[in-house]
């Protein structure tokens, strides 16, 4: 079974600086697609990123850019020039895309951004 | 991103009374409906998946005869909350998905209070 890990349940960040939300996951599959949504204080969700397993390359949108290291299993999304819209809830989710698609959800880290 | 919309977007009602939440993928269609629940400073849990025309899928716990999925066209699901008690307040996000893209779009949620 897959399972999402992220461990930091609340970070916070002065505005103009940059954070680091981490996210480990647990698979045995080889195609699989990771993603980071934001959920802000409205709670409708938003997609921020999306990473697909078989690029290498790291995805980037603006100031968000994802460290995926397939081999540990890690997807980290940076947050470069943090504004204060920043400010939400942030989840990690997986699904593999083999057999049924469906996202599996981290916990959530709960970022704050400070003037 | 894809157009999601979900109505109601608040509702209140006595225990004991039946609460239908509407879904509509506005601009693809969606042979794939999941249905998520929230509780304030958590993740999303996954409590079924409908695929157009046929019965949900549901997870393990969520009672399917208390949480009726509706999935009769490609535009539109519902779920209909029965015989609602104080427990089942929660926040319900209606998630279709894009097979095109490979990506769950979401609705804005439905915030569901029972006196």
């Known amino acids: 079974a897959q399972t999402v890990t992220q461990s930091q349940p609340e970070m916070s960040v002065q505005e103009a600086e940059t954070v680091t939300l981490s996210c480990t996951y647990d698979t045995s599959e080889n195609n699989y697609y990771l993603f980071w949504y934001k959920q802000p204080p409205s709670r409708q969700m938003i997609l921020v990123i999306r990473?697909?397993?078989?690029?290498?390359q790291n995805a980037t949108e603006n100031r968000f850019s994802v460290n995926f290291q397939k081999a540990a299993k890690s997807f980290s999304l940076k947050i470069s020039d943090s504004q204060l819209g920043d400010t939400a809830m942030y989840f990690c989710?997986?699904?593999?895309?083999?057999?049924?698609?469906?996202?599996?959800f981290g916990t959530g880290t709960r970022l704050k951004v400070l003037a | 991103g894809a157009v999601v919309s979900q109505h109601p977007s608040r509702v209140i009602c006595k225990s004991g009374t039946s609460v239908k939440i509407e879904c509509r993928s506005l601009d693809f269609q969606a042979t794939t409906m999941f249905w998520y629940r929230q509780f304030p400073k958590q993740s999303l849990m996954l409590m079924a998946t409908s695929n157009e025309g046929s019965k949900a899928t549901y997870e393990q716990g969520v009672e399917k005869d208390k949480f009726l999925i509706n999935h009769a066209s490609l535009t539109l699901s519902t779920l209909t909350v029965t015989s609602a008690h104080p427990e089942d307040s929660s926040f319900y996000i209606c998630?279709?998905?894009?097979?095109?893209?490979?990506?769950?779009?979401f609705g804005p949620g439905t915030r569901l209070t029972v006196l």
């Open positions: 990473q697909e397993a078989y690029k290498q």
């Open positions: 998630s279709p998905l894009d097979l095109q893209d490979n990506e769950q779009f």
């Open positions: 989710a997986f699904t593999k895309l083999s057999g049924t698609y469906k996202y599996i």
